[in-house]
């Protein structure tokens, strides 16, 4: 029988003959028949319908195809303008409920096959194969911005195994190669593989995640992500991920960072999340003063329930710091415990680098500082108390201009002699305590031993001062002065204006 032209029957007839098609016929009476539909249209209206922890709603089907069928099979091919729509579709339970809307699947390519002589249930004998397109005109959840989202890419498989792979687009410029399979009653497992310049992934990621941090930008570099999930009836999902970043560079607030490679292995399995750091090196991290490069490696554990109330435990953190080095010991810190106590060691710092940059002209020294900066943090706020640094032997020699320490030390008969003798301090003592407390002010308790040899013939002098530092000031300074980068300069100036202050480096 061949059917040439538009189909109009209702959709209670159509479902008649397809049913027809579908039961098989008995021996006794089998015979041989076929079926030829060239060109069929079906527009319809289905009513909402509720499965497990979804619903879907406002349901309408636009079919343009050709059929075959015989005693076999029955073939449909989906031609263009054939979609199948849906107003809303809602996630009903969870702590992260999501909401598609206008969501429109393209079927234009789609080829339907139904089985109906062989083993196994229906959905096990009916398959899909082609290219298929699924816009999503908006995208709900907690975790992302709300924007639309397409996939293009390929179905095959039957309907108790099917697969989709192709690309995912968000309406903010992310792009990931996507791979789907969904067995029904057993699980959903999927591939996702992202590979973009930094720059156009930051923007888009910015973009595109609710909590992707808003002051972080980056200019150059590569960044790869490649995540394997699966979800099992009854079973947490199950999740492993792991981001490559080569050659990155940008900015984080007031903080340019330069040059970062290595990887970020995430895995989330049961009541479990562990994050493990690999190869980490960044070849600069500039507040105003440059630290590195710095290596790192360190793993994160924490609970599903409480992701940021782990355990750190550092296996190396380093950083070249003024000819020097900064380290923290290989140890674990519990982060659900607060104050965190995190002591950095200092080893040979070179003073005469640390007054270069110390924005003073005229503060000149030799020698080499060795010592230990416990650092107390309690969220955001860094203290330190009785910090400690030492000039390493054999000691070195400071000048400091006497215009600069009058100003300083103030004008007495006791601070004359002190002025005098740094103008060519040959010292062989050097120990310096270390306050910070979390409004920024630094306090240097110094000590010093040793003479001038052009002051009461070389005797030696014992000197005990104590200075005072604002560093979020001083930072500011050395951030406007252009030491760290353009893009920090005019993030500084900003907020100056902005609190009415005046930009001056």
């Not at 849906?86 to 393209?106: E, F, H, Y």
Request: negative net charge; hydrophobic residues 45%.
């Amino acid at each position: 029988m061949i059917f040439d032209g538009p189909l109009r029957w209702n959709r209670w007839r159509l479902l008649m003959v397809l049913l027809a098609c579908l039961l098989p016929v008995p021996s006794a009476f089998a015979m041989d028949w076929s079926l030829l539909l060239q060109q069929g249209r079906i527009g319809v209206a289905l009513p909402d319908f509720e499965t497990g922890d979804w619903s879907v709603t406002g349901i309408r089907a636009e079919v343009v195809n050709s059929v075959e069928a015989d005693n076999h099979a029955v073939i449909v091919h989906f031609k263009p303008g054939s979609r199948l729509t849906a107003a809303t579709v809602i996630q009903k339970t969870g702590d992260s409920p999501a909401r598609l809307k206008n969501v429109q699947l393209d079927l234009a390519d789609v080829t339907l096959t139904i089985d109906h002589t062989g083993a196994g249930t229906l959905m096990e004998r009916s398959t899909l194969a082609g290219q298929i397109s699924i816009r999503v005109g908006d995208f709900q959840h907690p975790a992302v911005q709300s924007q639309g989202w397409r996939f293009d890419g390929r179905v095959s498989g039957d309907f108790s195994d099917l697969s989709l792979e192709g690309q995912l687009f968000s309406d903010a410029g992310l792009s990931a190669e996507v791979v789907l399979r969904n067995r029904t009653d057993e699980f959903l497992a999927g591939r996702i593989t992202m590979a973009m310049a930094a720059e156009q992934a930051a923007k888009a990621l910015a973009n595109t995640l609710a909590q992707w941090p808003p002051l972080l930008t980056l200019n150059q570099g590569q960044l790869e992500a490649v995540v394997a999930l699966r979800l099992e009836p009854e079973t947490p999902l199950a999740l492993d991920a792991r981001l490559n970043v080569r050659g990155a560079s940008g900015t984080w607030d007031r903080t340019a960072i330069s040059d970062m490679t290595g990887r970020l292995l995430l895995s989330l399995e049961e009541d479990l999340l562990v994050a493990r750091l690999r190869d980490i090196t960044i070849g600069q991290i500039n507040s105003g003063i440059g630290l590195g490069p710095v290596q790192l490696l360190a793993d994160y554990r924490a609970t599903r329930a409480a992701p940021l109330a782990g355990v750190v435990d550092i296996q190396q953190a380093t950083a070249a710091f003024l000819d020097g080095r900064l380290r923290v010991a290989p140890q674990a810190f519990d982060l659900s415990t607060q104050p965190l106590l995190l002591p950095v060691d200092v080893h040979e710092v070179s003073l005469e680098r640390l007054l270069q940059v110390y924005p003073a002209e005229g503060f000149e020294g030799t020698g080499r500082l060795s010592g230990r900066i416990p650092l107390r943090i309690t969220g955001a706020t860094v203290e330190v108390e009785q910090g400690k640094m030492s000039a390493v032997s054999p000691g070195g020699r400071l000048r400091l201009p006497a215009e600069r320490l009058q100003a300083m030390l103030g004008r007495s008969q006791a601070m004359e002699l002190v002025v005098q003798a740094l103008q060519n301090f040959h010292y062989s003592v050097l120990d310096s305590t270390i306050d910070y407390d979390s409004k920024g002010r630094l306090v240097l308790g110094l000590r010093l031993e040793g003479q001038n040899p052009e002051v009461r013939g070389g005797q030696p002098v014992v000197l005990n001062i104590n200075l005072e530092e604002d560093i979020p000031a001083l930072l500011t300074s050395l951030q406007l002065s252009g030491r760290v980068n353009e893009a920090v300069t005019e993030r500084v100036r900003e907020r100056l204006q902005q609190s009415g202050q005046e930009a001056q480096p």
